[in-house]
């Protein structure tokens, strides 16, 4: 069986698209993490190896990562995306107070999507679910403040 990383490699060959140090430093990085990264912190963790990558280049390869449907963009209102290469069905609890994403494993909640497109008639393609909480990180520093 192929490695995630391998079957990215793959499919980004399939579309053509050239695997430069930066883009597959990037992807590896993606690929190893379950912290759901923003951009910020995906420049970080690449500025000790790439000093000279800029934000464009993270930027830049996201949206090609996006396009070739080996990432996806997880975006909450306040602006900061997020970015997550765990592509199979899977759930999200965030923390409220730090804003930590952690994965949970359930059934796909298809249920919901039959429903959805019965009382709107909308073609639906997707679904995203998401609890939140307090982390248990966050709940250890709270109750240790009091």
């Known amino acids: 069986?192929?490695?995630?990383?391998?079957?990215?490699?793959?499919?980004?060959?399939?579309?053509?698209?050239?695997m430069t140090?930066?883009?597959?430093?990037?992807?590896?990085?993606?690929?190893?993490?379950?912290?759901?990264?923003s951009v910020d912190e995906i420049y970080k963790?690449?500025?000790?190896?790439?000093?000279?990558?800029?934000i464009?280049?993270?930027?830049?390869?996201?949206?090609?990562?996006?396009?070739a449907d080996l990432v996806r963009e997880l975006t909450y209102g306040d602006g900061a995306s997020r970015y997550d290469a765990v592509m199979s069905d899977h759930y999200h609890a965030i923390c409220t107070e730090c804003g930590k994403?952690?994965?949970f494993e359930m059934?796909?909640?298809?249920?919901?999507?039959?429903?959805?497109?019965?009382?709107?008639?909308?073609?639906i393609h997707s679904h995203r679910l998401e609890v939140y909480g307090v982390c248990p990180h966050?709940?250890?520093?709270?109750?240790?403040k009091h």
């Open 1 to 18: 069986m192929a490695s995630d990383l391998e079957h990215a490699l793959d499919q980004l060959k399939k579309i053509g698209v050239r």
């Open 21 to 37: 140090p930066q883009r597959h430093a990037i992807l590896t990085y993606l690929l190893n993490t379950r912290v759901h990264p």
């Open 45 to 54: 963790s690449m500025e000790p190896k790439f000093p000279s990558m800029s």
């Open 56 to 67: 464009a280049t993270i930027y830049n390869n996201l949206k090609l990562f996006i396009d």
């Open 101 to 103: 994403i952690s994965d």
């Open 107 to 123: 059934p796909p909640q298809l249920d919901a999507e039959h429903k959805a497109h019965k009382e709107t008639g909308y073609q």
């Open 138 to 144: 966050c709940s250890e520093m709270k109750a240790a």
